[in-house]
């Protein structure tokens, strides 16, 4: 009953959208001197968004921009335990590249935390949009395309950004480092979390990559998981940085942003945002 429902809002999503693609831009990149380092160029992200906790201004987290007024991050990016943040304990900071450069008045508290319905700690259904009061896009912020269609990542290279730390008990990154993971397929993430099933379940809900020595680490949760659309040449928001091993060296299970598009564009329907997003992917 539950995959019929999802089909159904999902059928009623891609319509309601299919005229947005003229009206909303989204998924750019902004190509600059380092392109084949670790390290990302200022601006190059322009979805990007960095959650800073107050007053420590200490990133704790990422996220991705979605609308003028939305940010997508992990659901437990946003909770105590089985609390939601309180929205004035933290803030969120755009179209930064380096941490060195933020300043106070650039950390932004969000007007609201909504957390999906069935979101359970430690991890199911770990997803969550910050509204914003209003995010002012220009050339280095901007949002991603959201997948109008279930999105089948194994097998494609995916990008990562993120401030987390650069190596297993390290420091985290103070410049925005971007990696490129790999697309597997689920049953590798069951295998590698198989004893701790009686926390969290791996399920359709999840995506699941990899890439030796450079996966995800602590401090990149809710972060995006992008896709290079070929046909459209756009950045397509993906996945969200959930969970991994501590060691940071083996497959990381995802937020599968495909799965919770009618949920998301039922949030952003109330405000009257547009969704970005594309019929290609």
Same mark, same amino acid.
């Given at each position: *009953? ?44 322009? *979805? *990007? ?82 509204? *914003? ?149």
């Amino acid at each position: *009953m539950l995959k019929i429902t999802f089909l159904i809002l999902l059928y009623f999503f891609c319509t309601k959208c299919s005229g947005f693609e003229s009206n909303c831009n989204c998924g750019w990149r902004n190509f600059g001197k380092i392109i084949g380092g670790e390290k990302s160029d200022d601006g190059e992200w322009p *979805m *990007m968004a960095a959650l800073m906790s107050k007053p420590e201004n200490v990133q704790f987290c990422g996220g991705t921009i979605i609308s003028n007024h939305h940010v997508l991050t992990a659901g437990h990016c946003v909770h105590a335990r089985y609390k939601k943040l309180p929205v004035s304990s933290f803030g969120v900071v755009f179209g930064i590249n380096n941490l060195d450069e933020v300043k106070p008045s650039n950390i932004i508290s969000p007007k609201k935390i909504i957390a999906h319905p069935n979101y359970v700690w430690p991890l199911s259904y770990d997803v969550a949009i910050l509204v *914003m009061k209003s995010i002012e896009f220009s050339h280095n912020i901007g949002p991603a395309c959201l997948p109008l269609k279930k999105f089948n990542a194994v097998g494609k290279t995916l990008h990562h950004t993120g401030w987390g730390m650069v190596k297993a008990y390290g420091m985290g990154s103070r410049i925005l480092k971007k990696t490129k993971l790999e697309g597997v397929d689920l049953d590798l993430c069951n295998s590698t979390f198989a004893q701790y099933e009686h926390l969290v379940k791996i399920r359709e809900h999840h995506l699941c990559t990899y890439q030796p020595a450079t996966s995800q680490c602590k401090g990149d949760s809710g972060g995006p998981i992008l896709w290079d659309d070929p046909k459209t040449k756009r950045y397509y928001l993906v996945g969200l940085i959930s969970f991994g091993w501590y060691s940071c060296d083996t497959p990381s299970v995802n937020v599968d942003v495909s799965y919770f598009v009618p949920w998301i564009y039922q949030i952003l329907s109330t405000t009257g945002d547009d969704v970005c997003a594309f019929q290609e992917l």
